[in-house]
């Protein structure tokens, strides 16, 4: 069964495994981020505060570069936010930049990940084709 490299990561920075380093714990995570997503200028914004709004998402990353638009994903029904979204940059520099400088750091008191956003998948496949696997 593979893993998100996300989910991974998440796990690995809970408060009992910064304390320590263990060489299985290097190996998961590394082998989790060799399978990331490509460079793009999406980023995928996760652990959002359901509080953080579009705008607040905008301007925390706006500082380390152009942010052509920022979104947290609602809920259709209800209006509140799903605890996510996405932050488009003008290049692929500044996506990176913003990456690096607001992944596993505090945006309204939680801690949120950010990664390349991976291109949306035809209705019908697998995001993890890995995962499709028949048995019989």
């Known amino acids: 069964m593979a893993l998100r490299p996300g989910l991974v990561r998440r796990f690995l920075s809970t408060s009992i495994f910064t304390s ?3 060489p299985a714990i290097a190996s998961a995570s590394a082998s989790a981020s060799s399978s990331a ?7 995928f914004v996760s652990g959002l505060n359901k509080r953080t709004t579009s705008e607040k998402l905008q301007e925390a990353f706006s500082k380390f570069g152009e942010v052509v638009h920022a979104r947290v994903v609602t809920d259709r029904a209800s209006g509140y936010s799903k ?8 290049t692929l ?5 913003g990456m690096k400088g607001m992944d596993a750091q505090f945006l309204d008191g939680w801690v949120i990940f950010a990664e390349y956003a991976r291109p949306r998948t035809p209705p019908g496949q697998s995001a993890y084709p890995e995962t ?3 048995i019989g």
């Open 20 to 22: 320590q380093s263990s």
């Open 37 to 43: 997503s490509p460079p793009s200028t999406t980023l």
């Open 83 to 90: 605890g996510f979204g996405f932050v488009n940059y003008a």
């Open 93 to 97: 520099e500044d996506a990176e930049k």
């Open 132 to 134: 499709n696997q028949h």
